[in-house]
């Protein structure tokens, strides 16, 4: 039982009594190969239900023991279940409801206990979503950030890290000591090529520790890519209320998603794999393009659509969707992202701008655009940046990206046309402030003083007179018209 609520706590498939779909293998029966690192929401909605889906079809010891590297709480709320939840789909025709197997464990802000699990023989594969952010990479050069404050921390103590880089690199030496096969790394995150990024970023940090370990990983263990796509919003009370319903328990760690799911992997996995094409995954030799594709157009007309809509009023995607003007330019958006694309074999762009239309308009699914507005900085510049130059470059209209661009701009000023403050939620939030908290709220001020942060806006797009003047020019009305005014007058061009 759980506080006043008489049903039972969620810890075993035998205490469930109601219309959710079970495993339909014993998760007893099958012991852990993958470590996953930055247990959340996505993890659990995405990764972990493909794993399910695999267990299933083929079993295999491929349980996921999962690590929150901060927070608590979730792991807290899984440990009395038995790494046990319910998995919510919300589609326009209904919502269905399953029981999710593939945890075996969690850990909860333990290195110790993270690196430990990291080196046990079982692992093979170690998956990561820990956001743009947390994995402490240079972008720019390729290698690790020496000012991110866990790789910083970490090459002080290499052998008690506690950040990304650190555990893995102090996990493939103690296995590589131990004469035990290296673990294959997949990212699962939204960052282009993302298996060569994190490569990058691992081998830069073991090259400042040990270049013989560099050397090793840079000759034996496989970074291969990934895309994964799947909208999956907070929690929320409903959730848990309609996970109860369909399992007769208490479950504090029910999640919701839509019903659309996409993994497009890199086939690269030395040690072996689980049977990821049963929960449609799709394995390819490049990864690229399709995650150029859904960086380009479903992550940049989110971005786009989270700021202009959070700072005009509207709490969810489907709210922005149900506003003409706006909504408007949303199609313009995946319109002017599709145009930057190459050609892809089996890939239409005006079905799946389509299809994305449909899915961001789905009324079952609350998708905050406040969520979705988080570290701006660490997204804008391959989902809005990138594009806007091969926009340029071809002589392509720059208007919907710089749209964008403004209204990220305006965003930044922490108020709203109502005069409601917001916290940014960036990890670039204090020196974004110092930038416009004292400069004039003119359009060209504040987008000077945001386009000249380091190792942020390419200097192509910061030099160049059309993008700026188109900047200037979207800013100008949002910031005099207001967010909503200016969307309207947007929309009618």
């Known amino acids: 039982m759980s506080g006043g609520d008489p049903r039972p706590r969620l810890a075993s498939l035998s205490d469930v009594a109601g219309s959710a779909r079970l495993p339909t293998y014993q998760p007893d029966d099958h012991g852990t190969g993958i470590v996953h690192l930055g247990l959340g929401a996505f993890h659990r909605a995405h990764q972990a239900v493909a794993t399910d889906d695999a267990l299933a079809a083929a079993g295999g010891?491929?349980?996921?023991c999962a690590v929150s590297l901060r927070s608590t709480a979730l792991a807290e709320a899984l440990a009395p279940q038995n790494g046990l939840y319910t998995l919510i789909e919300r589609g326009t025709d209904g919502t269905r409801a399953r029981v999710i197997g593939s945890l075996s464990q969690v850990i909860a802000n333990d290195p110790v206990a993270t690196l430990?699990?990291?080196?046990?023989?079982?692992?093979?594969i170690v998956t990561l979503t820990v956001t743009e952010k947390g994995y402490g990479i240079d972008r720019a050069n390729g290698g690790h950030d020496l000012s991110h404050p866990a790789v910083a921390a970490d090459l002080k103590s290499p052998e008690t890290p506690s950040g990304v880089l650190g555990l893995l690199t102090a996990a493939l030496k103690l296995r590589r000591d131990a004469g035990i096969a290296?673990?294959?790394?997949l990212s699962c995150d939204n960052l282009p090529e993302n298996g060569q990024l994190l490569r990058g970023g691992v081998i830069g940090f073991a090259r400042a520790v040990d270049t013989e370990l560099a050397d090793f990983i840079a000759a034996e263990v496989a970074f291969p890519s990934s895309m994964v796509d799947r909208i999956t919003p907070a929690a929320t009370d409903q959730t848990l209320a309609d996970a109860a319903a369909a399992t007769g328990c208490v479950d504090r760690a029910a999640v919701e998603t839509e019903r659309?799911?996409?993994w497009v992997i890199e086939d690269h996995f030395p040690q072996g794999r689980p049977a990821w094409?049963?929960?449609?995954a799709i394995f390819v030799t490049d990864v690229t393009p399709f995650e150029r594709a859904k960086l380009t157009m479903l992550n940049g007309t989110h971005s786009m659509l989270a700021y202009a809509g959070f700072l005009s009023g509207h709490q969810f995607v489907r709210d922005v969707m149900g506003d003409t003007a706006l909504a408007a330019l949303v199609r313009r958006h995946l319109q002017a992202a599709g145009r930057v694309l190459p050609p892809l074999p089996g890939f239409e762009v005006q079905a799946y701008a389509a299809a994305l239309a449909d899915r961001f308009h789905n009324p079952a699914i609350a998708h905050a655009t406040y969520q979705i507005a988080m570290d701006g900085t660490e997204k804008l510049p391959q989902r809005i940046f990138a594009p806007a130059i091969a926009a340029l470059d071809a002589g392509q209209p720059l208007r919907p990206f710089a749209f964008a661009t403004a209204a990220w701009m305006r965003y930044t000023l922490g108020v709203s046309d109502a005069g409601e403050s917001h916290a940014l939620?960036?990890?670039?939030?204090d020196e974004i402030r110092r930038q416009v908290q004292s400069v004039p709220r003119d359009a060209k001020t504040i987008r000077?003083?945001?386009?000249?942060m380091p190792d942020f806006m390419p200097a192509q797009l910061a030099r160049s007179e059309a993008w700026n003047e188109a900047v200037d020019d979207c800013l100008n009305a949002i910031l005099t018209q207001g967010m909503s005014a200016a969307i309207l007058a947007e929309a009618s061009r």
């Open 277 to 280: 094409e049963a929960g449609g």
């Open 61 to 64: 010891d491929w349980r996921i």
């Open 116 to 124: 430990a699990a990291l080196c046990d023989t079982a692992v093979k």
């Open 260 to 262: 659309f799911s996409q």
């Open 448 to 452: 000077t003083a945001l386009s000249g």
């Open 182 to 185: 290296p673990f294959t790394v």
């Open 425 to 429: 939620r960036d990890p670039r939030e």
